[in-house]
């Protein structure tokens, strides 16, 4: 039993993606992690459908079972908090179109659950994110660390997959039903096993 979340640092200019799989206890392993870029000198609606277009892409092909989307907050910078916005919602109309369930998570609470520090800077959470993941060296660049940081603040928190997927009226796929039931055991002291990982590929 395994279950794969898509983490999304949404930008218009770099959009990380980042999909990690995980097992019942903390075990998780990265899948794939990219960007979608765009130029800024681009035409603004044509940079959103390129980056709309690579979201579909990442769904359709490594079929997540769940989209942990960085929530944006007012910025200084009106353009930049725009963008942002705009590729937030992107994603959370692609996975909401593919019946993939999407949650929000803020910056500080992505960087505490990785970090233990919710003013963490972007090193330590690369550093953090490369050693959960066993990685040989930190992702690169911070956004595609931080679209993984999104991707294992979700997996690790229990009480959001069962509050987030159970709001979809009970079309749980099989797998978000068989990871609810793993932790609600491990909640009430069932032993957590490591998932043997799997190849990308889902067939």
Do not use: Y
């Not at 765009?38 to 390129?50: I, K, M, S, W």
């Not at 909401?96 to 919710?118: C, D, F, I, Y």
């Not at 959001?160 to 491990?186: F, K, L, N, S, Y």
């Amino acid at each position: 039993m395994s279950f794969r979340i898509l983490g999304v640092d949404p930008g218009l200019t770099r959009c990380g993606l980042g999909l990690v799989e995980a097992g019942r206890g903390r075990s998780l392993r990265l899948v794939d992690v990219g960007l979608a870029r765009t130029g800024a000198d681009e035409d603004p609606a044509q940079r959103l459908l390129h980056i709309a277009n690579e979201l579909e892409a990442w769904i359709r092909r490594l079929e997540p079972d769940a989209v942990a989307v960085e929530r944006v907050f007012a910025q200084h910078n009106v353009r930049t908090v725009t963008g942002t916005a705009q590729v937030a919602g992107l994603a959370m109309v692609a996975a909401t179109r593919a019946g993939v369930p999407v949650a929000l998570h803020t910056p500080s609470e992505v960087k505490a659950a990785v970090t233990g520090n919710g003013r963490a800077d972007k090193a330590q959470v690369q550093e953090m994110v490369r050693r959960i993941l066993g990685l040989e060296e930190r992702p690169q660049p911070a956004d595609a660390a931080d679209a993984l940081a999104l991707a294992i603040t979700h997996a690790w928190r229990a009480h959001a997959v069962g509050q987030v997927h159970g709001i979809q009226g009970g079309r749980q796929t099989p797998a978000q039903q068989a990871w609810a039931r793993a932790e609600a055991a491990a909640r009430t002291g069932g032993r957590a096993q490591r998932v043997t990982a799997r190849p990308a590929g889902r067939g």
